[in-house]
């Protein structure tokens, strides 16, 4: 047995604790696996005491930081504007707490119509190809992760946590769903700017490792560990910077 399926064993144990599957698993008539996925994640799904603290923590967090950062974010926005033009966010649909949509923002670091040309990649073969639309500005913010500031936004609007599973578009929502059947777990909880998968993944790592480390994050959340993911990613973003990840 690997490591990744001990942990999504032990991860499942505790997580029986809070969700209780739905009367329905199965699709209603016309529903899509990824629609029936995330009506179980809202149907299931019982909120932990800790996660109203959380929230207070996201809130506190994204407003304070928004406040601090501001002159760097007007600053970069002004680089990216005269480095490529406009747009100067990139807005992109991805897949929330419960399964629902909401617009991710960022800083646009790539071509203004890249999104069109990689679409239907994911994985090695989209970070590969994505090399090739990096902007020269792009290239800096997205070595530091400036790139990512904006959404804060979408935290402090709720669509987002500082600390969850990182935010997927929907194009593979669909296909992870039916290739791992505990990934509609992943929907109980808002997506996050950084994360135990986030702060542990390597390029060779497949999905259900990602989710091994997703589910541990869901199943132990409190403030202590929301606390320990922020600062460890705090500590780690020279390093990844260094290393141009």
Known sequence: MTLATRIRRRSAQRLSRVITEPPEARPHEGETLAESYSRMAHEGYEPLPVDLALRGLDLTISATA?????????????????????????????????????????????????????????????????EHEVTGVGRVIRACHV?????????????????????????????LCAEIPLYWQRLVVRPGMTGFAQLRITRDMTWAEKLSHDLEYIADRSIALYLRVILETAVALPNRFREGR
Do not use: H, W
């Open 66 to 130: 928004l406040a601090v950062l501001s002159p760097l974010l007007v600053a970069t926005a002004i680089a990216v504007r005269l480095d490529s033009g406009s747009p100067v966010l990139y807005r992109g649909l991805r897949v929330g707490r419960s399964g629902r949509l909401f617009t991710m923002l960022k800083f646009r670091t790539l071509n203004s119509d890249a999104e069109q040309r990689l679409g239907p990649y994911l994985g090695a073969e989209l970070t590969r190809l994505t």
């Open 147 to 175: 790139d990512e500031l904006p959404q804060l936004i979408n935290v402090l609007a709720g669509d987002m946590s500082m600390v969850g599973p990182r935010p997927i578009r929907p194009a593979f929502f669909e296909q």
